[in-house]
Structure formats: C-alpha cells, structure tokens
C-alpha cells in the first residue's frame, strides 16, 4: 500500500533532527521527519508504515490511542512565542511519564492542542508552570475549566511563588458564579475548588517524588521568576528550560540528561530584524532568553544527548537555527514545532 502523503518529503527548513557523533547516544538518522494523522479506518496499514518511518527517525507523535509506548517522552504543544501565529502556540508541552501525561505551561492555543493531538484533557492531574508571564499562562483557566468539565478530578499545580495568586486572579475570582452554577446543576466541585497550589522556592531542589518520577527545579535567568525542570522516570531524563539565557545553573541541573528543551527565542527571525516599532529587538531580550548557539552551550556543558529548540518568534528561519546550533553541539539537535513528540 503506498504511504500516506503526510510521509512526502517536507520543504526545505523544516523539522531537522541530526544524529550525534559516535557514542553520544543520539537517536536521530538525520532524515526529515513528518507527523503521522491518526488513521481512518481503511489507513492502518499506511499509517503503521508511516510510524515506522517517523520512528526510524528518532522521534514520533503517537496520539492517544495509539500502540507505541515509551518510558519518558515529551509532546511540543506550543512552541511560539507572545504574538500569535496560527503555526505555533504559546508555550506548552507535555511530558508523559509511562502513560501518565503531565502539562508543563499552559500559553494561549494549548488547550486546543491537547485536543489536536488526541490527548484527554481530564486526565491531566499535574501541571507545572516555569513562570507566569502571559504566553506561558493564557489557558491556564481554559484548561483547568475545561478538563474539569471534560470529568477530571483532581489537580496538584507546581509553580514559582506567585502561583497562588494567579490561580485566584485568572480562575477562582473572575468565575465564581460560573463554577457556583456548574456546582448547582450537579457538577461535582473536585478538581476545581481543591486544586492543590505548590509554590517552588527559586532554589535548586526536589519539588516532586511520587517514587516512581522525580521532579527537580532550578531557577534560571529571565525577567520574572523563573524555573526549568527537570523529570527523571525510569532510567531516562528530560529537562524543561523555560525561558531563560545562559545560565550555569541550568547547565548542572541538564547535567547528562537525554533531552533538553530549551529557550531559543534569539533564533534568527524577520521579528528580529530591526524595524521602527521595535528597533532592536534582539538587544532588548537578550540578557532575558538564549539564541541557538547558547542553548547548544547549555546542551554541550551539560553533556545531554538531544537539544530541541523552542519559543520561536514569528518568522523563524528554521535553517540558519539549526546551523547555529549544530555548530556549537555534537549531539542531535532539532527545531521544535506544534505537535512534536520526542522520546528520551
């Protein structure tokens, strides 16, 4: 049967994933990779020979009912920045953990990703924040409401201090009467009126163990407080930078992780050429967020196997960041898009 078309060859400048020298433990071929549609019912046998290309590749989107299953692995929900594109959401991703799903950020378009991907809201009970600005937060309520009302039960949120007065401002006070009303008509008040606020000190540390998956934070370099964190389960290890420059303390924390997703919003950009709106941009942000080639430092420092680049602004030349990257890194590197899952 021949493959779906969704295989065909993708234009020039878009995901790219390279393997790394020998022994760096790289999974990547180095061949371009598209993401595989959950099938039809006349498609199985096109769309397995589809995950098996893409698997070939190092790297799969299986949605939810699909066959697939690995230890640690993580979905790029959003991988935009604060002005909206229709290619990429604000931040969020989701790291699965087994077949536990975890939401990491909660920007503006990632609710509706989680549904594009074919992943249940309702059975996302743990969600952590790296910080509050506004495209790491906008469906923070969306989500919460709605995977509430989708059955969810329970929720624990981890975030820096602060996180407790924005679930009261974005949630709790501006939809009182909304919930009071869901509540009358015989929606149980669990998962919304008990969500359990954990605010992280900005330390380097444990903030979460369930004995199974362990959960450290360090706080890193950007205009609010900030954290990235780091998920080990079950022998593997991937590390969320949230959006940060250089910074050492990021480097110990991704110390011989196998994947690192980190802050590339300095990528080379037509939002970063100079203009009379903005001026330059990219001096303004970069004592706040990392180029390429800084998040490969961080990659190489801290001797990680795969570094997947996100929080791009609009027009992103995709070509030039992986160069930048690959330059200063020996491992794989990839350019995240929406909707990309990679496995540790």
């Not at 299953?69 to 959401?89: C, I």
């Not at 329970?154 to 919930?179: F, K, M, Q, S, W």
């Amino acid at each position: 049967m021949r493959p779906p078309s969704s295989l065909a060859a993708p234009r020039r400048g878009g995901l790219r994933a390279r393997s790394g020298s020998a022994g760096s433990g790289a999974t990547g071929s180095g061949r371009w990779a598209r993401l595989c549609p959950w099938p039809g019912a006349d498609d199985w046998q096109a769309w397995f020979l589809g995950v098996a290309a893409v698997v070939d590749c190092g790297h799969m989107f299986v949605p939810e009912k699909g066959v697939l299953t690995v230890s640690l692995r993580v979905l790029l929900l959003g991988t935009g920045s604060p002005r909206p594109t229709l290619e990429r959401a604000n931040t969020g991703q989701v790291v699965f953990a087994g077949g536990r799903p975890i939401l990491v950020d909660c920007g503006a378009g990632v609710m509706r990703r989680l549904l594009e991907a074919g992943l249940d809201p309702a059975r996302v009970t743990l969600l952590f924040l790296t910080h509050l600005h506004s495209d790491h937060t906008l469906d923070y309520a969306e989500f919460v409401l709605g995977s509430w009302a989708m059955g969810r039960g329970e929720l624990a949120v981890y975030g820096p201090p602060g996180t407790a007065c924005l679930h009261r401002l974005l949630l709790l006070e501006p939809y009182a009467d909304d919930i009071a009303y869901r509540v009358s008509v015989g929606r149980s008040p669990a998962g919304v009126l008990d969500v359990a606020i954990h605010e992280c000190p900005l330390e380097p540390g444990g903030i979460y163990d369930d004995g199974s998956l362990r959960v450290r934070a360090a706080p890193v370099i950007h205009s609010a407080p900030t954290l990235a964190f780091r998920f080990d389960y079950a022998g593997k290890s991937l590390v969320i930078s949230g959006d940060t420059a250089y910074c050492p303390a990021l480097v110990e924390l991704a110390r011989g992780a196998d994947v690192l997703v980190h802050d590339a919003c300095l990528a080379p950009a037509l939002a970063l050429e100079p203009n009379p709106l903005w001026g330059n941009l990219a001096e303004r942000l970069r004592h706040h967020h990392a180029t390429p080639a800084e998040a490969a430092r961080v990659a190489r420092e801290a001797n990680v196997r795969t570094l997947v680049l996100t929080h791009f602004l609009r027009g992103v030349y995709e070509d030039a960041t992986f160069e930048e990257a690959e330059h200063e890194f020996d491992g794989e590197v990839i350019v995240g898009r929406d909707l990309l899952e990679i496995s540790c």
